[in-house]
């Protein structure tokens, strides 16, 4: 099982600041299979981000994913007020699928 | 528009089954796997499996091998997930997605089920 590690584990930043969230990989993820979703409280996850770069339909351009491998990168350039929230990776190259455990990005 | 209505909250002892439903409207519900992944109060997602709603073919998690069991009835484009012999720490909120690229696109807003004495 690929086991997903998440950094860091709280982010603190101010509207309008460029966020970087890491993904690491215990083993290579084939194929770049890997997304990134969003989730507030109470909410279910929105898919944000798959194939490490892909966009997916309606998300700002704002977000950005990058990576191959091990590593892996979903960059907020400008924070929105609403982009505070749970940010979770998941690989899906391999079963099980796996998510990381999660990264909070929280208003400082 | 693309929707994905899930059943209603359910309370269950430790020993008993749960079905919780998923129906789809507003697309083409054989043409989309349906993933399903749980949410336990306070903690991270948790992938349980995928069907194919056209073919009937699912991929379990091997942690739910035995438990879990995912159907599906086109003729009313719904899709339905099986726990069986539950115990205190399956209690989560279970989402259905649809597939989009071989991941969770588009998701429902969760059924909660709780397990307790």
């Known amino acids: 099982e690929i086991v997903l590690t998440q950094s860091p584990g709280t982010l603190s930043l101010s509207p309008g600041e460029r966020a970087t969230l890491s993904c690491r990989a215990s083993q290579s993820v084939s194929s770049s299979y890997l997304a990134w979703y969003q989730q507030k409280p109470g909410q279910a996850p929105r898919l944000l981000i798959y194939?490490?770069?892909s966009r997916a339909t309606g998300i700002p351009d704002r977000f950005s994913g990058s990576g191959s491998g091990t590593d892996f990168t979903l960059t907020i350039s400008r924070l929105e007020p609403e982009d505070f929230a749970v940010y979770y990776c998941q690989q899906y190259g391999s079963s099980p699928e796996t998510f990381g455990q999660g990264t909070k990005v929280e208003i400082k | 528009q693309v929707q994905l209505v899930q059943s209603g909250a359910e309370v269950k002892k430790p020993g008993a089954s749960v079905k919780v439903s998923c129906k789809a409207s507003g697309y083409t519900f054989t043409g989309y796997y349906m993933h399903w992944v749980r949410q336990a109060p306070g903690q991270g997602l948790e992938w349980m499996g995928w069907i194919n709603p056209n073919s009937g073919g699912t991929n379990y998690a091997q942690k739910f091998q035995g438990r879990v069991t995912m159907t599906r009835d086109t003729s009313i484009s719904t899709a339905y997930m099986e726990l069986s012999r539950l115990r205190s720490d399956d209690t989560a909120v279970y989402y259905c997605?649809?597939?989009?690229?071989?991941?969770?696109?588009?998701w429902g807003r969760g059924t909660l089920v709780t397990v307790s004495s």
């Open positions: 997605a649809r597939d989009l690229a071989g991941v969770a696109g588009l």
């Open positions: 194939g490490a770069s």
